[in-house]
């Protein structure tokens, strides 16, 4: 999902504008979106709800369920992909497990490559 993170300690005019968005608080995430909503400290489901994302299994039956959306899931997702297998991957924490919440990822396999 394409998105512009700003740090409201380094950027004045933002931090203005999140006040502007709720009549004076400061409540950091605050997210607006394209059409115009905003969400102030909104949970993962909410957030994956706005966004589009489905939390629940689409499918009564997968090929292959990957516990765990760490480097070592998503990888896993990647190569399943690549041999057309319908995987699940299953994750406790926040939309993208530790990749989603990681701020550099180095020797990654691509996705692109055969």
């Known amino acids: 999902m394409p ?5 409201v300690d380094k950027d004045a005019d933002r931090l203005k ?9 400061r409540s950091i995430p605050t997210i607006e979106f394209d059409d115009g909503s905003v ?3 909104p949970s993962n489901a909410e957030l994956a709800t706005k966004l589009g994302i ?14 765990g959306a760490g480097p070592a ?3 896993a997702a990647i190569y399943a992909a690549r041999e057309g297998l319908d995987a ?3 994750d406790r924490g926040g939309v ?8 550099r990822i180095e020797n990654y396999p691509d996705s692109s490559r055969g």
Do not use: F, H
């Open 73 to 75: 899931g998503l990888t």
């Open 96 to 103: 993208g497990g530790q990749a989603g919440t990681t701020e």
């Open 39 to 41: 969400m102030v400290e």
């Open 54 to 67: 489905r939390p629940r299994a689409q499918r009564q039956y997968y090929d292959l369920t990957i516990v």
């Open 3 to 7: 998105y512009r993170w700003v740090d």
């Open 88 to 90: 699940l991957v299953i």
């Open 17 to 25: 504008r999140i006040q502007e968005l709720q009549n004076g608080g």
